[in-house]
């Protein structure tokens, strides 16, 4: 019959039977395959699949074979037959052994991205402090008893909990504006890691649908559908560490789904007054298919945590023997947070060609924090303990279609977005306080409203191997502000508009190789007291960057990637919520390289690692005085994992962070630290598992945050200015017992 149906077109030309040919890829739940690789083998053209798994295929016959491939699925051939040009037609991919062959370089904005698919599949989050960490190049710190947000290190940046960083959920802002303790603050806490399906990331600021914080980079993480099997864990470790952890099936059938997670912490931690720290959440979000491939979907959520800390401590006070690395000048820091989000998706196919996704959220959130940096340097008498505390109500709506279009036989995506984001806080305070319980005085208390609507569009166009794509944002703020602690009532506002055009362009030779260039402004806003103080001026600093790199497949089973970056900020004017005072920070520059590897040497052994090197300077200050304190100068990430070996998966993970500047004449050192973990897990029945983890395997001595700061002892006559610092977690076991039904 293909003899035939070849015959015919040699004799009667090939447009007899040319067809454009449609049709949808999903898995064995129905559920969509984005970016599957579909290629005709007899014409060599090939496309790929879109978000809601849909694809159109060019020129293609009857009796032509279809390849389809995708990570994770075992390979699909198809003959199509002449049915196919009248009726999409439904592949069904089944799921196999993950292997870097079938990995292909995707020709759109972000390719990049496909190493944080590879290193999700090989290497699965095991803890929330985890999730960040599966962004290539970025490491975290703690320094607050486990319940703080983390502190961030990426591309140069110490971002501190999140300025120069958009984060989201589901497509759930994390990052809180006008923050009672950072602007930007993003605490991931409230993700249980065993509900996360994917991670999606971006550097740099280039990506039109990301605005607000998105300087440095983005990151936006997907929870799971459906569960495969309801699960119920147990872990136990060193300093009091104990986690329960279950998942449960509600729902589960070709049409709906729903589940619920919750997890419960408790954790001393290694110090000598034990940290306390406790956290409770609660996970459940309920899925229905709806017609073409298109999704609604419910989620909500709750979180508590509470905890004490012994802070940061001064290097002098470790050396006299005063205090060990462990314990504490002033143990009385603390705090507790708590958020309930609730967040309702959609994605709905309208045609071939076009599809259309929504989603609004609505958070209340509420923090408290007791810190003392500076110990007795302002008060002598009573120290220098703060209180920073909120409550806010978050709310949002954001927008976006996807159409497919034929520009002069040109295949053309058009995205355009829309939505806001309103944060109303009540009570954003920052007092001095004694033991927790005695208010001295209040430096800031007052109530801040502030919106954000943006609006965006995005064209990529595609000829041949180049993609070219031209973006545009539109971001509109207002930020009003009513300070409590004057006699008059004044409600201070203030708008801005800020355009940040972009410029992105691929050149995809094959699927093993693709040269990209990125260009872009993006920014960060500056907290609304900021925003007033200045009346209105330099309140969102534009951030210029440009990216050139590739992404190569040299072999079937290694992956590489380089990039070499640049990134110019403009003036800022930054709230220092610890001091309650309004500093400028002038223009800076950092430039680097991004280098990583992928490698997977059997059909179970896989190897990633990720290097940064980075120099970041201010420029409006003398060479000499112009370094950037703590921003990293060079960072190594990586280790081995071990996939489905029998009844035996696990890992090895180890991240480096060098010595960097901790002030603006490098006087002042912040030491780094090599530090190794690793993990196994064994399958001992069909349904139930032993876990086992080692955190700093070779007990290094190790300090995970550090910061100079000038502060004064209670025996000490004048202020000295040194590293003070929260010690890293020595050698640190955990087991864990596993059961699944």
């Known amino acids: 019959m293909k003899h035939f149906i070849l015959f015919l077109k040699l004799l009667f030309g090939q447009n007899l039977f040319c ?104 290497a699965p989050v095991k803890s929330s402090q985890d999730l960040l960490q599966k962004v290539p190049g970025l490491i975290i710190g703690q320094h607050a008893g486990g319940g703080k947000a983390e502190q961030l290190f990426l591309r140069g940046f110490d971002i501190d909990h999140g300025t120069d960083i958009a984060i989201a959920v589901d497509g759930m802002p994390v990052n809180m504006v006008s923050h009672a303790h950072g602007q930007g603050y993003a605490d991931l806490h409230f993700v249980i890691p065993e509900t996360l399906d994917n991670i999606d990331f971006g550097k740099g600021p280039y990506y039109a649908d990301h605005g607000n914080f998105g300087t440095a980079a983005y990151v936006d993480f997907g929870t799971k559908q459906r569960l495969k099997k309801s699960t119920v864990q147990f872990e136990f470790g060193d300093f009091g560490w104990n986690r329960t952890l279950g998942m449960f099936n509600l729902v589960a059938d070709d049409t709906n789904s729903a589940y619920v997670a919750t997890e419960f912490i408790r954790f001393d931690g290694p110090f000598e007054s034990p940290q306390n720290f406790s956290r409770v959440n609660i996970f459940g979000k309920y899925t229905s298919k709806l017609s073409n491939n ?24 470790v050396d006299d023997g005063s205090i060990s690395r462990f314990g504490a000048i002033d143990d009385t820091e603390g705090g507790s947070t708590e958020r309930t989000n609730f967040n309702v998706s959609l994605k709905q196919v309208l045609d071939e060609d076009s599809f259309i996704k929504a989603n609004a959220f609505y958070s209340n959130y509420k923090f408290l924090l007791y810190s003392n940096f500076t110990f007795f340097l302002e008060d002598p008498i009573n120290g220098d303990q703060i209180r920073q505390k909120e409550e806010r109500a978050i709310f949002g709506l954001n927008t ?28 954003n305070e920052l007092s001095r306080t004694l033991n927790r319980k005695t208010t001295l005085q209040n430096i800031q208390l007052g109530d801040v409203r502030e919106t954000n609507v943006f609006g965006f569009a995005n064209l990529e166009f595609k000829w041949n191997k180049w993609m070219v794509a031209p973006a545009l944002r539109i971001d509109d703020f207002s930020f009003n502000y009513v300070d409590k602690l004057q006699e008059n009532y004044e409600n201070q506002s203030v708008n801005k508009t800020k355009i940040s055009p972009k410029l992105n ?28 103080a200045q009346n209105g001026n330099s309140i969102l600093p534009a951030a210029y960057g440009s990216d050139l790199g590739t992404i190569w497949r040299p072999t079937s089973n290694l992956l590489l990637n380089a990039t070499a970056w640049y990134l110019y900020l403009e003036q800022e004017f930054v709230y220092v919520g610890d001091a309650g ?72 993970r180890f991240r480096y962070l060098d010595d960097r500047p901790a002030n603006e004449d490098n006087s002042i050192i912040a030491r780094g630290y090599a530090v190794t973990d690793i993990n196994a897990n064994y399958l001992m029945t069909k349904n139930l598992s032993l876990g086992l983890s080692i955190e700093n395997l070779f007990d290094t001595e190790w300090n995970e945050t550090q910061f100079a700061t000038e502060s004064r002892l209670q025996n000490e006559n004048t202020p000295v200015e040194e590293i003070h610092f929260t010690p890293g977690t020595p050698f640190f076991i955990k087991g864990s017992l596993s059961y699944t039904f």
């Open 19 to 122: 067809q454009l040919i449609q049709g949808k890829l999903v898995d064995e739940n129905k559920d969509a395959v984005e970016g599957a690789y579909i290629l005709n083998v007899d014409r060599d053209m090939h496309t790929h699949s879109n978000e809601v798994g849909y694809f159109k295929l060019q020129n293609s016959y009857p009796g032509d074979t279809i390849y389809v491939g995708a990570l994770g699925f075992k390979k699909l051939e198809y003959i199509l037959s002449s049915d196919d040009s009248n009726t999409p037609v439904t592949l069904i991919l089944r799921e196999d052994l993950y292997q870097l062959e079938e990995v292909i370089i995707r020709p759109n904005v972000n390719g990049i991205n496909v190493v944080s698919e590879i290193d999700l599949k090989t």
């Open 294 to 317: 298109g999704l609604f979907s419910l989620s909500a959520s709750h979180f508590t945590s509470t905890w004490d800390a012994s802070g940061q401590i001064p290097q002098r006070a």
């Open 400 to 427: 976006e279609l996807n159409k497919t279009l034929d520009f002069m036989d040109t295949p053309v995506l058009l995205r355009v977005g829309a939505g806001f984001r309103t944060d109303d806080i009540e009570d």
């Open 505 to 532: 362009i691929a050149y995809t030779s094959s699927n093993d190789l693709q040269f990209f260039l990125k260009s872009g402004i993006g920014f960060h806003s500056n907290d609304t007291r900021v925003v007033v």
């Open 581 to 652: 005072i309004v500093e400028p920070s002038g223009k800076t520059e950092r430039l680097g390289l991004d280098l990583g590897l992928r490698y997977q040497f059997t059909d179970w052994l896989f190897f990633n690692t990720d290097a940064t090197l980075t120099h970041a300077r201010s420029l409006e200050d003398p060479k000499g005085m112009d370094y950037i304190p703590l921003a990293p100068d060079f960072t190594l990430v990586g280790g081995l994992s071990i996939v489905n070996l029998g009844r035996l998966s696990g890992g090895l």
